[in-house]
């Protein structure tokens, strides 16, 4: 029998045999009727993470296989965090819970733009931190304001001061000696300069108290005398060398708030670049407002002279709250911005490693177009572009757009009795800014309880890829 009739023969063997067992044999094959176990939906309302699961009315957490956490994004009201910011938040709250035993003091910066000027919303987020953790006083503060902006603090100044702004290229020093606060007061070579603080009537609660008393002077080439006085009593007699570096001089009292008046003299120029108002431990708050300006400008300030006062401040955290001045400007989209952004992140990150961040988004704003007043259609692409690259840096996003109503909020909350925000419908009222600062530690508190939750099982185990 040759090759070519044998593989006939085998080739209708098996064919008969399968027509045999398909019509005699049943098998429960029925592919398209596969279903795979699935667990019964639930609602978490504002929760955008594909990585976490909460189980209602457990306190367990199902972590699906394959899943890269290192982009999970938890969101709980409005407040996006990304896993990186989680456990550096995780951190800062174990540190914030032992500070009075540690008796350390952790600040937080406040940059932003007009929107928070006048401690209008940090305020609110200082009186709330300090509640919860512990701590009291102003916080970081410049020593010449005489048009008295700042409501937490009294300040009364004499003698040939001037402020030198990162953003004023008028007035812009040679040797970027700005620090953290974005601003110098400069006192005059060869003239005596006095300054008073005292507790200021208008502060909140615990930010009307404080102990600790901290100078920072920039590096100056001449020796500086520095005298004070609590009423008539001289309490500080000092004479502070010439330094390259960034000086600290500090003190303590225990009286609380005292009304302090120092008098300075330098035959050089003399920089101070802020006074800080604290308690021994807790936390601080630091209002830092650069009118006018879409990022705070970190490139024109010293880089070592930044980072040796973030050391020495002890740095818990950033808020950051620009975007105030994009809103006239439309575009198809806002890629341009991102880039702006993205360069003072790599400044934060590089003079403030591993410190946790939160971009606030901008609020809404409105406009009279065609004589009616409405809110700005391309607000929600700045938001976006803003959320993106806060994301991409490993940054938390608060949407305070979408946390205060979102289109057309502004105009509501213009017209509440007392307003919320002021009739250029741009800026939040004090009574506003007490608002959005509730919003937002109201959401940090929430995602600081889910940490106790998610610990042992976000930041430990290895994810299966």
């Avoid at 830092?288 to 973030?310: C, E, N, V, W």
Wanted: glycine residues 6%; aromatic residues 10%.
């Amino acid at each position: 029998m040759n090759q070519q009739l044998r593989i006939l023969i085998y080739f209708v063997m098996i064919a008969g045999l399968t027509l045999v067992l398909t019509k005699y044999v049943t098998f429960p094959f029925t592919p398209a009727q596969w279903q795979l176990p699935t667990a019964d939906p639930i609602d978490i309302k504002d929760v955008d993470s594909t990585a976490l699961i909460l189980e209602e009315n457990t306190d367990t957490i199902t972590i699906p296989p394959q899943v890269e956490l290192k982009d999970t994004i938890i969101t709980i009201a409005h407040l996006n965090c990304p896993t990186v910011f989680l456990q550096q938040l995780d951190n800062l709250h174990q540190q914030l819970l032992s500070s009075a035993e540690t008796k350390r003091n952790i600040r937080i910066l406040h940059y932003g733009d007009s929107q928070i000027e006048g401690d209008r919303i940090t305020a609110y987020i200082r009186e709330s931190f300090q509640s919860r953790f512990g701590g009291s006083g102003p916080g970081l503060t410049t020593i010449y304001d005489p048009q008295h902006i700042n409501p937490s603090v009294w300040l009364d100044s004499k003698g040939h001061w001037k402020i030198n702004s990162i953003y004023n290229r008028r007035y812009r020093l040679p040797s970027k000696t700005y620090g953290l606060m974005g601003q110098t007061a400069t006192l005059q070579a060869n003239s005596n300069g006095q300054f008073k603080i005292s507790a200021s009537p208008w502060a909140e609660k615990h930010a009307s108290h404080y102990q600790k008393v901290r100078l920072f002077i920039a590096p100056h080439v001449d020796t500086l005398i520095i005298k004070g006085n609590i009423k008539n009593t001289e309490v500080i007699n000092d004479s502070i060398a010439p330094s390259k570096n960034l000086t600290e001089i500090n003190w303590e009292f225990e009286q609380l708030s005292p009304t302090l008046k120092f008098e300075l003299f330098s035959n050089g120029d003399t920089h101070i670049l802020g006074c800080a108002l604290d308690s021994t431990s807790g936390v601080s708050v630091d209002n830092i407002a650069l009118r006018g300006q879409s990022t705070p400008l970190l490139h024109r300030t010293d880089g070592d002279l930044f980072k040796a006062m973030g050391e020495h401040l002890d740095i818990g955290m950033v808020f950051f709250q620009f975007g105030t001045n994009i809103i006239p400007t439309v575009a198809p989209n806002y890629h341009f911005y991102k880039v702006q952004m993205a360069k003072q992140f790599d400044l934060l990150k590089t003079y403030l490693p591993n410190t946790p961040v939160i971009i606030i988004g901008l609020s809404d704003a409105a406009h009279v177009n065609n004589g009616q007043l409405e809110s700005y259609a391309h607000l929600h692409r700045i938001r976006d572009a803003q959320k993106e690259i806060a994301l991409e840096y490993g940054f938390a996003f608060f949407d305070l757009y979408e946390a205060m109503g979102g289109k057309g909020s502004i105009i509501e909350w213009s017209q509440k009795n007392p307003p919320w925000a002021l009739t250029d419908y741009i800026h939040l009222s004090r009574k506003g800014g007490k608002q959005a600062a509730n919003l937002l530690t109201t959401a940090l508190w929430k995602q600081m309880e889910q940490l106790q939750y998610v610990d042992s099982i976000l930041f430990t185990q290895t994810p299966q890829l």
